[in-house]
């Protein structure tokens, strides 16, 4: 199924929005290389403290629940959360 490839970009679409007060703002991109699959996510940088959480726990848990779906795809699916430009 051609959905199944792309799970991790919508799982990660889905559960952020959930999390942030701006769920428009924000954007996951798909990147697949040599290294396995990067997703890139973008978040209104008044969010990026409910992403990464306290200690990086809200993060880390995001990852790992990428792993698991990667694993699943007999892929590497890593998580890059880009910090937003200051205007």
């Known amino acids: ?9 919508h799982f990660v679409q ?5 999390i942030v007060d ?3 703002d924000v954007v996951v ?3 697949v ?7 890139t996510l973008k978040v209104n940088k008044d969010d990026m403290g409910k ?3 306290k200690d ?3 993060a880390k ?4 629940l990428l792993r698991i779906i990667g694993s699943k795809n007999n892929a590497r699916v890593n998580l890059k959360i880009v910090e937003p430009e200051e205007a």
């Open 51 to 53: 992403i990464i959480g």
């Open 61 to 64: 848990a995001i990852r790992v």
């Open 14 to 18: 889905f559960v952020v929005q959930q």
């Open 33 to 39: 290389d040599e290294m396995g699959v990067l997703i």
């Open 22 to 24: 701006n769920p428009d």
């Open 1 to 9: 199924m051609a959905d199944e490839t792309f799970a991790d970009q």
């Open 56 to 58: 990086g726990q809200t």
């Open 29 to 31: 991109e798909r990147q």
